[in-house]
């Protein structure tokens, strides 16, 4: 049995040796939402009502807008690649798996780590 300090210190860890995918991520999400939704609404010339507005902030950010799609899935490769890289090197691999922690366990910290560098960077920048 594994406590609970010990899950979130390990998700910590792997957050620490992730932290360019978590920059990386924040950038990308960043200037995909308020920048570009800003400078799309800068571009028109006519009077815009609050309705206006929001109506088409909800159409850039919405399922309709394909390029979520494709940050989407450029970030689910970004992040299964980065938290798995330590299966290149057999070194790497001998000290995560010397560790006194089932294999499922590792797997499960990498796996809620890539979802949350996902998931917190989008709700910010949509919020």
């Excluded at 815009?48 to 394909?66: A, V």
């Excluded at 899935?73 to 560790?99: E, M, P, R, T």
Aim: proline share 2%; aromatic share 16%.
């Amino acid at each position: 049995m594994m406590s609970k300090s010990l899950f979130f210190k390990l998700l910590k860890e792997d957050a620490k040796r992730r932290i360019w995918t978590i920059a990386l991520s924040i950038l990308v999400f960043f200037f995909s939402f308020p920048v570009a939704c800003a400078m799309y609404l800068g571009n028109y010339n006519t009077e815009l009502t609050r309705d206006k507005i929001l109506e088409e902030i909800l159409n850039f950010m919405g399922f309709n807008y394909s390029f979520v799609l494709v940050i989407t899935v450029a970030g689910a490769i970004i992040c299964g690649l980065s938290g798995f890289f330590f299966l290149n090197s057999k070194k790497k691999v001998d000290l995560y798996h010397s560790l006194p922690i089932r294999r499922e366990v590792l797997f499960s910290i990498s796996y809620i780590n890539g979802i949350l560098i996902y998931i917190l960077p989008y709700i910010i920048n949509v919020l």
